[in-house]
């Protein structure tokens, strides 16, 4: 029985007037319901053209349905979260359980040192005591540069976490607020503004310039002895663990205050030995954690999101420490923001962009991103949109027992994520912490009797990567992980405060993009193929919305089959004349109409109220349409390759940087191809375009040339606009293929092979009906 003094340290809402959607659902799946009673009961008869062709369609179709029904569940029930922590301070004050931070970083010259560090400071400057925070920042590529960035941090953070403090600074990423403050403040007359700033500047030079020389001069290696250890290093593959305390449970800022613990990390890697990307590094830092900090609440940040919102902590915390739910809870998702996104969003990379709006209210409930050139024969899911994954399912997921773990920006249970299965005795004392770093033992003895933790040979024979920690062996390793997790009884919280908690760098080129979206498809699938599929291994264990919810996003990579089908099949048959939609004259052209009139202005007018454009819509559909056939693609057959023993998994890191060029492009929103565009996804979207455009060509030609034909094809009205809306929407393409001269331009390489296969598939297509 609750206690009538207890006070909830959050809130859960449910949404408002969501009956209203669900009508609105009921009467869509009433109009996909019609279409395929149309497809079932106009099967061309024996001798009619397109009979094969048309089991295509209904097959499709009824993946398109399938993958709608499974969208559909994880938007029936949503929820909404706020935090108090004006409580949590009355009734622990500065008792609070002890943090561990986790930075993880692979690659300097695509994760420039300049940004780790940012990242590291806004993290160390959270509004918590000091004492109680330890920062880890794992360095895959084991580079004494990133060693020297972060030795430089350190010394600057005795300054920056004390000037955040006197002056309630946000964000605290020291270049992000100077940005923020640059047209705000006048640096000359704020002279606390000016000092920090200019300590930053040099920092930032000093940085700069070993990183540019590519190494470390000797004056600078003399200055502590940690560089010593790379004297020893063969290369980022081939080397032994590398662990330094940077900053100790004694020491303070320069007012005198403790300062969070610092820990640099470059886990031992042999060739012999696979060191499983990111999820080898941190279940290396969980090991080596547990014996310097051993916080009881974990956070991992990508290197390049930084901390937004210094209050992030305590907004976890009121989960964690809730007395009556806090127990169940494993893990705290925030969403992933970025902060590059141009105004019309060119490549729909908008997790949240940056809006602090709240999608559910009493009329609204959804983001229906429908892909107007497929028509309603395309009522799929719309989850591959990012910005509809973040600000609708999420929330939708959190109401069947919680949303994903994406992989950053995650406040985790120590012990949940150590493989501890769920009970009602799972309640801890929260209170008081471990304090571990501030036991007897020096920083050099914690650092020998750690080293051994991140040796490559410390998992062999365990349950480590299997049962404890990180899951091996998937690109989203993430995701397998969160639903391990909720599969052993446990439930996690979606929380968006008013304040970003996390902002980080979205990708600048479509190159980089697909790739992205071809990691994060493959390993869905990967998951769904496994022992670990939701169908099967989630079964009985979460609820069936959450289930079907990671099933959406798990067969991402299929939905290529029926997309590719309908991009371009129904422009082929328009050469031979081959009907496929039923004519505007019948009462089936009834549900079609209904089918994208309503899912479209619904979309439209739900993205513009939530901040949009309508280039920026129209931009979501383009990007909607390139990752699912050319990412899903490849994202699809690779995993059958693997499955099949034919290839590996790989992890390709997206890159953080761009050239002052392509940068520009991509103020101006220009779409950048560039030479990266030469793999075979663009080969495969450049000839789906031509292959359309061709096609429509075609018909233009055969209606100027013959006026007889007109009425025929007045007949496939709904087929032509289909096509004229392919080719439209591929405009970047054409320009990029053709007309630009520019770096950013597809390869001409790439052009020829798309004319040859374009023109072989119509010729081949025309020959065979």
């Known amino acids: 029985m609750r206690n009538s003094k207890y006070a909830p340290l959050f809130e859960t809402k449910r949404a408002k007037g969501i009956a209203i959607y669900r009508l609105f659902a009921v009467s869509i799946f009433i109009g996909i319901c019609s ?26 179709e009824l993946w398109f349905g399938f993958s709608w029904i499974l969208s559909e569940a994880h938007r029936w029930n949503p929820s909404y979260r706020c935090t108090f922590k004006d409580r949590l301070s009355k009734r622990y004050g500065n008792d609070l359980p002890d943090v561990d931070i986790f930075v993880c970083t692979a690659d300097p010259a695509i994760e420039p040192p300049m940004m780790v560090i940012n990242t590291v400071l806004s993290v160390m400057a959270y509004d918590y005591p000091p004492e109680k925070l330890s920062v880890y920042l794992s360095d895959d590529a084991g580079s004494d540069i990133t060693f020297y960035a972060l030795l430089e941090a350190s010394q600057f ?16 990423s020291p270049a992000a607020y100077f940005i923020s403050v ?19 500047e040099d920092m930032e030079n000093r940085i700069e310039s070993a990183a540019k020389l590519g190494r470390l001069s000797k004056e600078i290696c003399s200055k502590h002895r940690g560089f ?8 980022r593959r081939d080397h032994h663990t590398i662990l330094q305390i940077l900053i100790d449970g004694n020491a303070t800022d320069i007012k005198g205050s403790a300062l969070p613990t610092l820990v640099y990390l470059a886990r031992e890697k042999r060739p012999q030995h696979p060191h499983n990307f990111k999820a080898g590094a941190v279940n290396a830092l969980i090991r080596v954690s547990s014996n310097i900090s051993n916080g009881q609440i974990i956070l991992n ?8 919102n210094s209050h992030a902590v305590l907004d976890a915390l009121c989960f964690f420490l809730d007395e009556e739910k806090g127990h169940e809870i494993a893990f705290v998702q925030f969403p992933q923001i970025f902060e590059n996104i141009t105004k019309n969003d060119i490549y729909g990379n908008s997790l949240i962009v940056g809006r602090e709006v709240i999608i559910y209210t009493a009329c609204t409930s959804r983001v229906l991103s429908f892909n107007l050139f497929f028509l309603s024969m395309n009522y799929s899911s719309v989850s591959e949109n990012n910005e509809v994954v973040l600000k609708v399912e999420f929330h939708g997921l959190d109401g069947y027992g919680g949303p994903l773990y994406i992989g950053t920006g995650c406040f985790h249970r120590r012990d949940a994520l150590c493989g501890k299965k769920f009970s009602e005795e799972c309640k801890i004392q929260w209170k008081g912490g471990n304090n571990t770093m501030r036991r007897e033992e020096s920083a050099h003895e914690l650092e020998e009797t750690s080293r051994f933790l991140a040796s490559c040979t410390y998992e062999e024979n365990t349950q480590r990567g299997k049962e404890i920690g990180l899951k091996y062996g998937c690109p989203v390793e993430d995701v397998i992980t969160g639903l391990s997790i909720q599969c052993q009884g446990w439930k996690s919280v979606y929380f968006n405060p008013p304040r970003s908690a996390f902002i980080g760098v979205a990708p600048t080129t479509l190159p980089q993009t697909l790739e992205q979206h071809k990691r994060w498809s493959e390993g869905d699938f990967q998951i769904f193929l496994s022992k670990y599929g939701p169908a099967w291994f989630a079964h009985g264990k979460i609820s069936l919305g959450l289930q079907m919810g990671y099933c959406c996003y798990c067969l991402w990579a299929p939905n290529c089959l029926p997309t590719l089908y309908y991009s371009v099949v129904p422009s082929l048959c328009l050469l031979r004349g081959i009907s496929l939609f039923p004519q505007c004259s019948t009462p089936w052209f009834i549900p079609y109409v209904y089918v994208i009139v309503s899912k479209y202005a619904y979309s439209l007018i739900e993205f513009l109220w939530s901040g949009g454009t309508i280039l920026g819509w129209w931009n979501n559909q383009r990007m909607w349409l390139y990752r699912r056939t050319s990412s899903y693609v490849l994202g699809f057959t690779d995993t059958i390759l693997k499955s099949l023993g034919f290839s590996d998994t790989a992890f390709v890191i997206t890159a953080k940087v761009a050239d002052e060029d392509v940068l520009e492009r991509y103020q101006r929103e220009i779409m950048e191809f560039g030479p990266s565009s030469s793999s075979p996804m663009f080969t495969l979207l450049a000839t789906i375009a031509l292959l359309n455009l061709f096609s429509l060509l075609g018909v233009v030609q055969k209606l100027a040339l013959n006026k007889d034909s007109i009425s025929q094809y007045q007949a496939m009205a709904l087929q032509i606009l289909l096509c004229s809306l392919l080719v439209l929407i591929n405009l970047p393409l054409y320009q990029g293929l053709f007309l630009r001269k520019d770096k950013g331009k597809i390869p001409s390489s790439v052009a020829v092979k798309s004319v040859v296969l374009a023109l072989s598939a119509i010729t081949c297509f025309t020959f065979m009906y």
């Open 182 to 200: 640059s047209d705000t403040h006048d640096t000359k007359q704020d002279k606390p503004l000016a000092t920090i700033k200019k300590l930053y």
């Open 157 to 172: 953070a005795k300054h920056w976490i004390p000037y955040c403090k006197d002056f309630n600074v946000e964000p605290r």
């Open 301 to 308: 940040v990508d290197c390049d999101m930084y901390s937004n």
């Open 35 to 60: 279409i395929w009673a149309y497809r079932l009961s106009h099967i061309p008869r024996k001798g009619e053209d397109g009979k094969w062709i048309w089991i295509g369609l209904f097959a499709s």
């Open 228 to 235: 010593s250890q790379w004297n020893l290093y063969a290369s």
